[in-house]
């Protein structure tokens, strides 16, 4: 089974790069396949390369079809898990905060 617990730092970090550069590139992350062409603007972005990792392209399990690969690690690592999804609960949590504190600064300025 394809989870980003199971893959090594190096894996981690080209699910990071398609994560990052997929907006720019107009690649849509909300998918699990992703085409050779779409992977070789990653690896451009990445290290002015076009060549996909060994991983992605002679894993078999990984055949979609034919130019087509399965990474299901990159929505993965996109969705916030229940149990770690403090992250949006801080941000959300820390807005309110500072506007209460910029308005209390304007009353005492004014």
Do not use: C
Not at 7 to 18: H, M
Not at 26 to 36: A, L, M, P, V
Not at 60 to 78: K, N, T
Request: aromatic share 6%; net charge negative.
């Amino acid at each position: 089974m394809h989870i980003i617990a199971n893959l090594s730092k190096r894996q981690v970090a080209y699910v990071t790069a398609i994560t990052t550069y997929a907006p720019t590139l107009g690649i849509d992350t909300n998918k699990k396949e992703f085409s050779r062409a779409e992977l070789r603007q990653v690896s451009m972005s990445l290290k002015g390369k076009k060549w996909i990792p060994n991983w992605i392209t002679h894993d078999q399990s990984r055949r979609a079809s034919r130019g087509v690969f399965l990474i299901p690690e990159v929505m993965e690592s996109l969705a916030v898990s229940p149990g770690t999804g403090h992250e949006g609960d801080d941000l959300a949590d820390t807005a309110p905060m500072a506007d209460v504190a910029t308005e209390d600064m304007t009353l005492v300025e004014a």
